[in-house]
């Protein structure tokens, strides 16, 4: 299973998406997101993160004076088999991996670009899904 998301976001905040259609594992087409609900839970939270990093950094240089014109970000969910279980009868562990490319236009120095992604690792969601965030669930009454 793969599920692709794409965001550009321009420095005005205008902001597209598309994704990989979550019903057909086999087809790698990005088709524009109209609703929320063309995603999967995997494709939301591609979304998600996405949607917090592009405006974490629109917010930054818009900030800090950088000439960033747009990001683009490219998420890609995945399962990856430990490499010594290519052939296991019984998958007994897998590792889930987001892979994430960022593509930032407008003339921007090399240290720019450096700081800008160090920036994109302070964004909230992008901290939860690394570091990990505990839930505590619970059954209420109406």
Request: net charge negative; charged share 30%; aromatic share 6%.
């Amino acid at each position: 299973m793969s599920e692709k998301v794409v965001l550009r976001q321009k420095s005005n905040f205008d902001t597209e998406l598309w994704a990989t259609d979550p019903e057909d594992a086999q087809s790698q087409e990005l088709k524009p997101v109209e609703h929320v609900f063309a995603l999967s839970p995997y494709g939301m939270l591609l979304a998600s993160l996405a949607g917090c990093t592009a405006v974490l950094l629109t917010t930054y240089a818009r900030n800090h004076q950088i000439g960033l014109e747009e990001v683009e970000l490219r998420l890609q969910f995945d399962r990856d088999f430990a490499k010594d279980c290519e052939h296991c009868e019984e998958i007994g562990e897998l590792k889930e991996i987001i892979a994430e490319e960022i593509v930032f236009k407008g003339n921007l120095t090399p240290e720019q670009r450096k700081k800008l992604l160090a920036i994109s690792r302070h964004c909230p969601i992008h901290r939860m899904v690394s570091e990990g965030i505990e839930v505590r669930s619970r059954v209420v009454d109406a």
